[in-house]
């Protein structure tokens, strides 16, 4: 029936909507023809030439078919179909022109977005015939949405796409008209972040339908890509950290590949890589050390694999702000001159990212201060303000009595680590007089009194040779061997060869139990108490800051009885001080609302102002001072958010890739002399997108309930050539009742003449008149 009829006519008799003149039921007219072929085969009974019961059967049948023609087109049959009436409605074409159409997927390596301008303006493009019926409205979309009169206007370059918000904004821009229906021609990819069916299920209460076209490979055959990087921000100077990659892979498992850190032309790091199953991602570590103070954008590739058809996910870039900072400030004090405390300061020397500050009692009343900043500093003693406490990161607490700090100091300690986020290091023995103290609230460890202990515990390394004071291995736990604490290599393997070859340790500082909330990094291989091994190292949050405890006092000799090149005992120490005191917080904080920005995005600034209590600020006067990379300024005031303490706000939209250099500052109400620390200088980096070319196949399931929720269609790009016409004949809120005449049909016609000489020649064959 397709060769008389189109589908939109069958599919109207498919679902009923035809009749007859008169007013007649089709059963009544199913009656008449089969009466018809019962007086056939009566009149056919008996013939003047005998006939086989096949021709009998061919001749009635001939017969038969010419009279229900003719008693067909007798009746008027007609069908009824939902039409647009030419020019009275609109029609919106949305076309996806992000990144991702310019994938060269489709036969002969043709863009997704060259097969979608011809789709629209080729030979036989849609435009021109869906124009004959709808007024025509065009528009472009990425993260965006504008209004298009020329192919010239798809450039296939924005960085996002949202089918949400493109489908909103044709719905307020052609709100008001008669919109008939829209087509959305996209690969599905969408990184909007909001669900569009929720908005075509709107278009179909109002009956809008919206027909979407799918474009692109449903499954990319072969591909490797950066799918995620995540790196420091920030880092000191000489620190060694590590960028965590996620890998994704079509097509090339077990291929080995190269993944390479890039500063301009100079590889930095570099890993071989042997790719997991197909369809899936492996995360992958790189060990990366700045080479210089500054603002470092690095490029992180993977290399090119044969057969690979996306390539704008093999590099990405990343931001390190590796420029100069003022040092650390870390206040040690210990009550007695001793090894540990002369390799600890050993251990910092060079390292300008940490100023180690000491008081050393050297004899009763005497003491020692070595790294001062000022003749004043430390010149009484332990801190006795706030003031002066918080002017540090850190604490460092050698063996030292209870008597050396008043109650006062030690709330003081207290609230410097969960107030002023501060770190507290007790890396000397700690007599019993701290039992029931705030000091021993905040260490990770519990403090037993020595006469709680079991026997074997009590006091060893004043005993000569007791247990406790032995020689022994310490063992890494499994939180150990991964943190970044304790970490001597970025390779799990050879880490762990390197913490095998120091030196043992000598005596151990019994206390009780960790904390519940705790973390053993280090523990003694034998010693127990409660059915648990000592703890060596433990770490634990206390507030907005950090504790952390070490119970022996030989880490000297993992330098002492090592090569004098051997730097295992500088590099474990600095990077547990640097932990212990980048949490400290700053009376100016600032954050970003992404790790990375592309061009397009909006970035919103915060900064937290604390004033010189470290308390939030919200009377402060705030400005953001902005540089971007082509030289041009931006400044603008910030905004307190009302609902949060000391934050303020400042948004700007990014045009331009590369480094846009950031300076808050701020004035307090206060009106302070000295202002040093209410500046804070940062950068963040636009980069190029890999959103778009991250899971770039074609997202069929999405289009298809797009239109299934709005009373549309989807198509395959294959399937297109169907899509005028179906838009013309698929109800809509402006479209009419039109009633089509099946009978008056050259066609039908031609059907009946033709069965009519059949029947006469297969008569005048057989002898028949």
């Not at 406790?468 to 304790?486: C, K, R």
């Not at 880490?555 to 590099?571: F, L």
């Not at 547990?576 to 992404?594: I, P, Q």
Request: aromatic share 8%.
């Amino acid at each position: 029936m397709n060769f008389f009829f189109d589908q939109h006519t069958l599919d109207a008799i498919q679902e009923g909507r035809f009749s007859f003149a008169y007013g007649l039921n089709p059963l009544l007219v199913l009656v008449f023809a089969a009466v018809l072929v019962a007086l056939v085969w009566f009149l056919y009974r008996q013939t003047t030439r005998t006939l086989t019961p096949g021709w009998k059967t061919l001749l009635i049948t001939l017969r038969s078919l010419v009279l229900i023609l003719l008693l067909v087109c007798l009746l008027r049959p007609v069908i009824t179909t939902e039409q647009v009436v030419p020019q009275e409605s609109y029609l919106a074409v949305l076309v996806d022109d992000s990144q991702s159409m310019s994938i060269a997927d489709l036969g002969g390596s043709q863009t997704r977005a060259a097969a979608v301008s011809d789709l629209l303006y080729g030979d036989d493009g849609i435009i021109e015939p869906l124009g004959e019926s709808f007024q025509v409205r065009t528009f472009r979309f990425d993260k965006s949405t504008q209004r298009i009169s020329e192919p010239g206007a798809l450039t296939a370059a924005g960085t996002a796409s949202s089918i949400d918000q493109a489908l909103q904004y044709v719905d307020d821009q052609l709100s008001g008209l008669a919109l008939g229906g829209l087509v959305l021609i996209t690969d599905g990819a969408d990184n909007g972040g909001v669900d569009p069916v929720a908005r075509a299920q709107g278009f179909g209460a109002r009956q809008i339908p919206v027909f979407t076209v799918g474009v692109g490979q449903e499954n990319i055959p072969q591909d490797v890509g950066i799918v995620d990087v995540s790196a420091a921000k920030t880092v000191l100077e000489g620190s060694v950290f590590n960028v965590n990659v996620a890998v994704s892979n079509q097509g090339f498992e077990g291929r080995q590949v190269e993944l390479s850190i890039l500063d301009g032309e100079d590889v930095v790091a570099t890993r071989q890589v042997v790719l997991g199953q197909d369809n899936s991602t492996q995360r992958v570590d790189l060990e990366l050390t700045p080479e210089r103070q500054e603002a470092i954008v690095y490029r992180l590739q993977v290399a090119e694999q044969e057969g690979e058809i996306v390539l704008q996910n093999n590099s990405y870039s990343f931001l390190v702000d590796n420029t100069e900072k003022p040092p650390l400030d870390i206040l040690y004090v210990d009550g007695h001159p001793r090894n540990e405390y002369k390799f600890i300061r050993r251990a910092v020397e060079g390292d300008s990212s940490l100023r180690l500050a000491t008081y050393l009692q050297t004899g009763p009343g005497k003491f020692y201060r070595q790294g001062i900043d000022t003749p004043l500093e430390l010149s009484s003693g332990f801190p006795e303000t706030i003031e002066e406490l918080y002017k540090y990161e850190a604490i460092i607490l050698g063996d030292i009595s209870k008597e050396f700090f008043s109650e006062e100091q030690l709330t003081m300690i207290q609230d410097f680590v969960a107030e002023r986020g501060g770190g507290l290091l007790v890396a000397g023995m700690m007599d019993d007089q701290f039992v029931d103290t705030t000091l021993a609230d905040i260490l990770p460890v519990t403090l037993v009194s020595s006469n709680l202990l079991p026997q074997t515990l009590q006091g060893g390394i004043t005993r000569g040779s007791h247990p406790t004071g032995e020689l022994f291995v310490p063992q890494l736990t499994d939180a150990g061997e991964y943190s970044e604490l304790l970490r001597l290599h970025s390779e799990d393997a050879e880490n762990l060869r390197l913490w095998r070859e120091l030196p043992q340790l000598q005596g151990v500082y019994v206390t009780g139990r960790a904390k519940p909330g705790a973390t053993v990094l280090l523990e003694h291989p034998l010693l127990q108490f409660q059915n648990q091994l000592l703890p060596m190292i433990a770490t634990q949050r206390y507030g907005s800051g950090r504790s952390m405890s070490i119970t022996s006092a030989s880490t000297w000799r993992w330098q002492m009885m090592m090569p004098v090149a051997d730097q295992s005992h500088e590099r474990i120490w600095r990077q547990m001080l640097r932990w212990l005191s980048v949490s400290a917080l700053e009376r100016v904080t600032v954050t970003f609302d992404r790790e990375f920005y592309h061009v397009g995005d909006e970035v919103t600034v915060t900064a937290t102002v604390r004033d010189i209590n470290f308390v939030p600020d919200n009377n402060a006067s705030v400005w953001v001072h902005l540089s971007d990379p082509e030289g041009g300024i931006y400044d603008a005031a910030m905004e307190w958010n009302i609902d949060e303490d000391g934050v303020y706000r400042a948004s700007f939209e990014v045009q331009s890739e590369g480094v846009f250099d950031v300076l808050v500052d701020v004035a307090s109400a206060a009106g302070e002399a000295d202002r040093s620390d209410t500046e804070k200088n940062t950068a963040f980096v636009v980069t190029p997108s890999l959103r778009e070319f991250s899971a770039a196949g074609r997202d069929t399931g999405l289009l298809e309930r797009i239109a299934a929720a709005s009373g549309g269609r989807y198509y395959n790009l294959d399937q297109s050539g169907q899509l005028a016409t179906d838009i013309t004949y698929t109800p809509n809120a402006y479209s009419r009742e039109v009633q089509e005449d099946l009978w008056d049909s050259p066609l039908l016609l031609a059907l009946l003449i033709l069965m009519l000489c059949a029947d006469w020649m297969a008569r005048r064959l057989k002898g028949l008149s």
